[in-house]
């Protein structure tokens, strides 16, 4: 069975700076999906980023890159220049490509605060 | 368009009250997800439908809970005989069925509180 781990339950950074949020995953699969979620508080959960597994290349958003090691199994989230409104929960979520069912699992969350 | 819409937006039910949870998922949504997040931990998965077909119910935690699309569109999670532990956000996403890189779209979710 797939498991995410994301080992930082909370997580602070100064306006402006950079933080990296931590996740690794454990799969025998070869062929998924990898997703950063925020979910605001008090308000619904959003797609920051994704990653296709069979892509080497990182994806970027904007503020949002990641850094996506295959091998280590490991899909971490850089957030540059942070700004108040990254303040959230953020959820790291697998999700293989399978016949029947698309779900995902979710790891258990970092609490980012940025602070002014 | 609309996004996904969940009702009610708080729900407090007595030990042994029967609940059903309503979720309108974005027009055109071929699949739609319900999760279960407890309090400060990640979204848990129940079940997954492809228009009316529930093709995964791996998640739901007892036969007391039950889930329905009917017509491909709206569903309805149901929890009979509610318990304590049932208390939870109660989250439905809709996708587009693997468009999009398969990004799911979240309602804000139904907080259910048992006494």
């Known amino acids: 069975a797939q498991t995410v781990t994301q080992s930082q339950p909370e997580m602070s950074v100064q306006e402006a700076e950079t933080v990296t949020l931590s996740c690794t995953y454990d799969?025998?699969?070869?062929?998924?999906?990898l997703f950063w979620y925020k979910q605001p508080p008090s308000r619904q959960m959003i797609l920051v980023i994704r990653?296709?597994?069979?892509?080497?290349q990182n994806a970027t958003e904007n503020r949002f890159s990641v850094n996506f090691q295959k091998a280590a199994k490991s899909f971490s989230l850089k957030i540059s220049d942070s700004q108040l409104g990254d303040t959230a929960m953020y959820f790291c979520a697998f999700m293989k490509l399978a016949s029947g069912t698309y779900k995902y699992i979710f790891g258990t969350g970092t609490r980012l605060k940025v602070l002014a | 368009g609309a996004g996904v819409s969940q009702s009610p937006r708080y729900k407090v039910a007595k030990r042994g009250q029967d609940v059903a949870l309503r979720c309108d998922p974005i027009s055109g949504h071929v699949s739609l997800f319900w999760y279960q997040q407890a309090l400060g931990q990640g979204p848990e998965f129940l079940t997954y439908?492809?228009?009316?077909?529930?093709?995964?119910k791996s998640g739901l935690p007892s036969d007391r809970f039950f889930a329905e699309r009917p017509e491909g569109s709206v569903s309805t999670l149901k929890i009979q005989r509610t318990q304590q532990e049932d208390s939870a956000v109660y989250l439905c996403?809709?996708?587009?069925?693997?468009?999009?890189?398969?990004?799911?779209?979240f309602g804000p979710g139904t907080r259910l509180t048992v006494t």
């Open positions: 799969t025998s699969e070869n062929n998924y999906y």
């Open positions: 996403a809709s996708s587009q069925l693997g468009g999009l890189g398969y990004e799911q779209y």
């Open positions: 439908f492809q228009n009316e077909a529930q093709l995964d």
């Open positions: 990653q296709e597994a069979y892509k080497q």
